[in-house]
């Protein structure tokens, strides 16, 4: 599927990208375990977790974007612990992605951004039943690497000081920080992962910027290293936060995000 995957963004013009064996694999083979295990296709978890969260929890800490395939019968099954992949079945997966067609084209949009530079590859199959043809179920998770990051919580309480700082390399340069919230992941029935498949990641409630720029709070920035201190709003219920660093890039018209973490509040 590497290979493949290159092979369409060579068909562009495009540099290729890595494999990475790292948090990205790892997140990728939770999702497509999970949808093979129980007969879904969402960017959504039965667990109701989505896309950075499983790479923040698999470890990652740059931006990840996802896609993903599988059946959608909702029959719970069990897993193949050594499936043997057809390898029509992996060519069907990614000319399904690359050959979309707009307005209904995102995964060949994913597949073709020009900053991706790694993807990890999820890959999970059913146990073969002599009544019925099963397929591999797969989960792609590009990654846009362009800087380190220090450390924050896996949770802390809302109303804290979060502290974000990093560096980024060339060819990125630091344009700002956002703080993006949403509700607490739940469980979710089968039906309704279903129904759910575009995954629009959350845009921030709110953005800081360098000196410079109109900033409820300025960035500190000093020889490439950038560093900050948040507060984190009360939602009044449990939440997910979202911590995205951003950055200009050549070609690219607008900021681009290059990391997104997850915390949790309780």
């Known amino acids: 599927m590497l290979e493949l995957i290159n092979r369409d963004r060579a068909s562009v013009g495009l540099s290729p990208v890595e494999m990475d064996t790292g948090a990205a694999t790892k997140a990728g083979q939770r999702h497509a375990e999970d949808m093979a295990a129980n007969g879904y296709l969402s960017h959504w978890g039965t667990d109701g977790s989505v896309p950075e969260q499983r790479f923040t929890e698999a470890g990652g800490v740059d931006m990840v974007l996802e896609n993903a395939s599988c059946f959608m ?8 612990a050594a499936p043997a992949i057809v390898e029509r079945s992996v060519e069907q997966a990614e000319a399904m992605f690359f050959n979309e067609r707009p307005p209904n084209d995102g995964h060949r949009k994913n597949i073709l951004k020009p900053w991706h530079r790694r993807v990890g590859i999820g890959v999970a199959q059913p146990v073969r039943s002599p009544t019925e043809w099963v397929v591999p179920c797969f989960a792609q998770e590009f990654v846009d690497a362009f800087g380190t990051y220090g450390p924050v919580p896996k949770s802390m309480h809302a109303g804290g000081i979060l502290h974000v700082e990093g560096a980024l390399a060339a060819p990125a340069t630091f344009a700002g920080i956002g703080l993006a919230r949403m509700d607490a992941p739940r469980p979710m029935p089968l039906a309704e992962l279903n129904r759910r498949r575009s995954y629009p990641v959350p845009a921030p409630y709110e953005m800081v910027w360098p000196p410079g720029f109109r900033t409820p709070i300025p960035v500190a920035v000093h020889d490439g290293h950038f560093r900050v201190d948040l507060p984190v709003e009360s939602p009044g219920r ?5 911590i995205s660093v951003w950055a200009t890039l050549p070609g690219a018209s607008d900021f681009i995000m290059v990391s997104l973490r997850t915390i949790r509040i309780p």
């Open 73 to 80: 019968d909702e029959r719970r099954r069990q897993l193949d």
């Open 238 to 242: 449990p939440a997910l936060i979202e």
